[in-house]
């Protein structure tokens, strides 16, 4: 006979009963390799600067900065109006420019790779598989050391 259909079948697989609850990823430890991608848009022209800004607040964090790769958003790629889109939804950059990261991190054997642009979950995991090492977000890491410090503050002495 006729069997009623199950219609949250799917919606089951796809959601899970417990969030994901992974730890921030903090810098290692004082000396830490790290590799640096800047994600712009053609329109930022002070790019520059904001990877230098951004390599000074990981080493003030502990990490060494051994590699910094930008990836630009030009105008010739979709028009004006996809501009502040990323190449591709599951790892922003496009794919020979995180060819071009994983070459980097396995020449200077770096312990993890900082973004500065945000990373959705599904990016940061994607990355991390591809690239065979933590790929977090730089403000993922400076909330997380903001945060930590807050509490030691509120902890007393």
């Known amino acids: 006979m006729h069997q009623p259909r199950r219609r949250d079948r799917r919606l089951a697989r796809r959601v899970s009963s417990r969030p994901d609850r992974r730890p921030a990823f903090r810098v290692p430890a004082v000396g830490a390799d790290v590799v640096l991608v800047g994600y712009f848009s053609a329109k930022q022209k002070d790019f520059e600067a904001l990877m230098a800004s951004a390599a000074a607040a990981l080493a003030a964090h502990g990490a060494r900065v051994v ?15 996809m501009m502040s889109l990323p190449y591709s939804s599951r790892t922003l950059l496009t794919y020979g420019k995180v060819r071009e990261v994983a070459l980097a991190c396995d020449r200077a054997d770096a312990d993890a790779v900082i973004f500065t642009a945000s990373l959705s979950e599904r990016q940061r995991r994607t990355l991390t598989d591809m690239l065979g090492r933590p790929a977090v977000s730089l403000s993922d890491i400076l909330t997380a050391e903001a945060r930590l410090r807050l509490d030691r503050i509120q902890a007393g002495p």
């Open 67 to 81: 590699a910094q790769i930008v990836q630009r958003r030009g105008v010739s790629d979709g028009g004006a109006r």
